[in-house]
């Protein structure tokens, strides 16, 4: 597949984070692709390595952290020409280069929007300010873009909301403001991480919905990072499955709900409600707990708690399976269990 088609290309990414004179590895050989305008959802378990990931692609990582990678590519396209960046090269995680990428190119929208949000500046003058630093754009030309930004994502009243303060907002609204920060520069690939947890269903479905219009009539390319598996069937084109650092399946949103490859996945799909669920029937949990990141398994991380394993999955190095073309599944017996109702 050439690079106009791919906008990222992460291979063989690992970060450890070193905690008292030891170094846990967190991050485990990590790979997948962004196709251009499609969404991308990475899914698993709380503690599994999704932010860690992507905080590791953005270097957000922090000082105690090694992150390590055979290549991390983000093919940015001017005037039908690919500019590669390659992002494990670029030394300073603060520096210029890596300044340049964050917001025109790559942006982030977090998990809890007051987090993002500085509590005492305006909500106009905090969206505003990455287009005044990366353009160089006067004040009042980018107050104006930050209204039609407002109006395009649905923020009543922008005139006046525009110089409110973050607590003078609603939950959904906050998310709309952070989201509008991350856009503002107009970047290719949108990276949102959990950006519906804190909010209620009816908001989350907007939000949601805002991030599907997006990529459909803008062409932007996105990673969502979640746990609702629900949310993934709705959005995703391509679904990365984690589970202790380590990519276990990797294919298509049918490959993954309609061919199931891995005894994780399958696990998963089980837990999540369904209409008409009867009232005597429970939802399936996955037994046992997730180890701790610092300890060190050999052979398949979930073996312990997966009701297929053998002796051979407790050993060695447990390579990627191709099932199909660019169906992608980490384990030895991926052929010969029942597949999910």
Same mark, same amino acid.
Not at 86 to 101: F, Q, S, T, W
Not at 246 to 267: C, K, N, S, W
């Given at each position: 597949?050439?690079?106009?088609?791919?906008? *990222?290309?992460?291979?063989?990414?690992?970060?450890? @984070?070193?905690?008292?004179?030891? /170094?846990?590895?967190?991050?485990?050989?990590?790979?997948?692709?962004?196709?251009? %305008?499609?969404?991308?959802?990475?899914? %698993?378990?709380?503690?599994?390595?999704?932010?860690?990931?992507?905080?590791?692609?953005?270097?957000?990582?922090?000082?105690?952290?090694?992150?390590?990678?055979?290549?991390?590519?983000?093919?940015?396209?001017?005037?039908?020409?690919?500019?590669?960046?390659?992002?494990?090269?670029?030394?300073?995680?603060?520096?210029? /280069?890596?300044?340049?990428?964050?917001?025109?190119?790559?942006?982030?929208?977090?998990?809890?929007?007051?987090?993002?949000?500085?509590?005492?500046?305006?909500?106009?003058?905090?969206?505003?300010?990455?287009?005044?630093?990366?353009?160089?754009?006067?004040?009042?030309? !980018?107050?104006?873009?930050?209204?039609?930004?407002?109006?395009?994502?649905?923020?009543?009243?922008?005139?006046?909301?525009?110089?409110?303060?973050?607590?003078?907002?609603?939950?959904?609204?906050?998310?709309?403001?952070?989201?509008?920060?991350?856009?503002?520069?107009?970047?290719?690939?949108?990276?949102?991480?959990?950006?519906?947890?804190?909010?209620?269903?009816?908001?989350?479905?907007?939000?949601?919905?805002?991030?599907?219009?997006?990529?459909?009539?803008? %062409?932007?390319?996105?990673?969502?990072?979640?746990?609702?598996?629900?949310?993934?069937? /709705?959005?995703?084109?391509?679904?990365?499955?984690?589970?202790?650092?380590?990519?276990?399946?990797?294919?298509?949103?049918?490959?993954? @709900?309609?061919?199931?490859?891995?005894?994780?996945?399958?696990?998963? *799909?089980?837990?999540?409600?369904?209409?008409?669920?009867?009232?005597?029937?429970?939802?399936?949990?996955?037994?046992?707990?997730?180890?701790?990141?610092?300890?060190?398994? /050999?052979?398949?991380?979930?073996?312990?708690?997966?009701?297929?394993?053998?002796?051979?999955?407790?050993?060695?190095?447990?390579? !990627? @399976?191709?099932?199909?073309?660019?169906?992608?599944?980490?384990?030895?017996?991926?052929?010969?269990?029942?597949?999910?109702?």
């Amino acid at each position: 597949m050439d690079n106009q088609q791919i906008i *990222l290309d992460v291979k063989n990414l690992n970060t450890s @984070f070193v905690s008292d004179h030891k /170094e846990v590895r967190i991050i485990k050989d990590v790979s997948f692709q962004v196709k251009r %305008g499609t969404t991308l959802a990475v899914v %698993g378990e709380s503690g599994c390595g999704k932010s860690v990931t992507m905080n590791s692609i953005m270097r957000f990582t922090g000082s105690n952290a090694r992150v390590q990678a055979e290549n991390i590519q983000y093919n940015a396209l001017q005037d039908e020409k690919i500019i590669e960046h390659h992002l494990e090269r670029i030394k300073k995680p603060n520096g210029p /280069e890596m300044r340049a990428l964050r917001g025109p190119e790559i942006s982030m929208v977090f998990q809890d929007p007051m987090s993002s949000l500085n509590p005492v500046y305006k909500v106009g003058d905090q969206v505003a300010e990455g287009l005044i630093q990366h353009t160089g754009m006067r004040k009042k030309e !980018a107050r104006k873009k930050v209204l039609e930004m407002f109006c395009k994502l649905g923020i009543p009243d922008p005139e006046e909301r525009i110089d409110s303060y973050p607590h003078q907002f609603s939950g959904g609204m906050k998310q709309r403001v952070v989201i509008a920060i991350a856009l503002i520069c107009d970047p290719e690939l949108i990276i949102c991480d959990e950006p519906t947890t804190a909010l209620d269903v009816t908001i989350q479905a907007q939000i949601m919905e805002l991030l599907k219009g997006l990529q459909i009539n803008e %062409g932007k390319s996105i990673i969502l990072i979640t746990h609702n598996m629900g949310l993934v069937a /709705e959005m995703a084109d391509e679904v990365c499955v984690m589970y202790m650092g380590r990519v276990m399946e990797f294919g298509t949103l049918e490959d993954i @709900f309609d061919r199931t490859a891995h005894p994780y996945t399958q696990a998963l *799909l089980k837990s999540v409600p369904v209409l008409g669920l009867a009232d005597d029937q429970r939802l399936e949990t996955i037994p046992g707990s997730t180890p701790n990141p610092a300890d060190l398994i /050999e052979g398949c991380e979930f073996a312990g708690r997966c009701p297929y394993t053998q002796k051979s999955c407790r050993k060695g190095k447990i390579p !990627a @399976f191709e099932v199909s073309p660019g169906h992608r599944v980490r384990c030895l017996k991926y052929d010969t269990f029942p597949e999910v109702d």
